[in-house]
């Protein structure tokens, strides 16, 4: 027997739309081992979950089952099972996981509920288990918690619940932009300038009613003046964070500010406030992911 799989508790598993990725672990939060695939939600049929998940984490398998704790779109209604929303305000980390059967008498599967926002309405799945982390690390924080990436999210977090919440396109606006719009003729697929984003960025908050407008500016300027493609990149990038920003404001104005993702997706936004005058914390989103699966797994167990 593998001697790592003979010393794991527990597999903890987060599953979206395109990955997933896998650690097997001990019951005290210790990582052993861990593992990836690209069968993520969007390529696979609810029969097809089970066998996705053992052919990632059949090391890891011994004699006796395994607890498995997931999170992210495993759980939607296009997944392996749907775990029902918790409502806000409610806590991070929602109880009543869903259980979806399985046929290898080894696994034990869990999955965390998302969360949703009944007036102004939104949903969360995956990013709870990312804030519950973070506040198992920093417990008795209050403040907001900003999520960037393809649909960035805003919590406002207090007494370790979720209170309330907004979510912003603005990754996939970006990616939609530079590469199927008119824009894919300007924006560089790499490179950056920090100054031109920062000026993008407040451009955008002054006026966020001008982004249209704004945007073609960035087709224009390449044509008329040769701007270089890095630069269209980070102006493009600005004025989507800037607009997001600006209608976020209620979120961040005067609170405390913590970011939690990719690291460079991270201090763009981390950038961002700052040129606003607010200092946010950065956590790191793959160990804020898994010290979240730990807490859930824990309640679990308590």
Not at 161 to 190: D, N, Y
């Amino acid at each position: 027997m593998n001697t790592q799989a003979a010393k794991a508790d527990w597999i903890a598993v987060d599953w979206g739309t395109s990955n997933l990725r896998a650690w097997a672990m001990t019951a005290s939060g210790s990582e052993l081992w861990s593992g990836a695939s690209d069968k993520g939600m969007g390529s696979l049929k609810p029969e097809h979950f089970e066998g996705a998940l053992v052919d990632v984490v059949a090391p890891m398998l011994g004699s006796g089952p395994l607890d498995v704790v997931a999170c992210g779109m495993v759980g939607s209604r296009q997944g392996w099972i749907e775990a029902p929303y918790a409502t806000v305000p409610c806590p991070a980390l929602p109880s009543g996981f869903a259980r979806p059967e399985t046929q290898n008498p080894l696994l034990r599967v869990h999955v965390i509920p998302g969360i949703k926002q009944l007036k102004a309405p939104d949903v969360m799945r995956g990013e709870e288990t990312q804030i519950a982390g973070f506040l198992s690390v920093n417990p008795g924080w209050d403040g907001v918690i900003c999520l960037p990436g393809t649909h960035t999210k805003w919590a406002e977090v207090s007494a370790g619940e979720i209170v309330s919440f907004q979510t912003a396109m603005t990754g996939e606006l970006f990616a939609l932009l530079s590469g199927q719009s008119v824009l894919k003729h300007s924006v560089a697929p790499t490179g950056w300038d920090d100054d031109v984003f920062a000026e993008a960025v407040d451009d955008a908050i002054s006026k966020p009613e001008r982004l249209a407008a704004r945007l073609f500016s960035l087709r224009a300027e390449g044509l008329l003046n040769d701007m270089p493609g890095h630069e269209a990149r980070a102006r493009l990038s600005g004025l989507l964070v800037g607009a997001e920003l600006a209608a976020a404001k209620p979120y961040w104005l005067g609170q405390q500010v913590a970011v939690i993702g990719a690291s460079t997706i991270s201090q763009i936004y981390g950038t961002a406030l700052s040129k606003q005058g607010v200092p946010a914390t950065i956590a790191d989103g793959p160990r804020m992911t898994l010290a979240g699966l730990t807490a859930a797994y824990k309640s679990l167990k308590s």
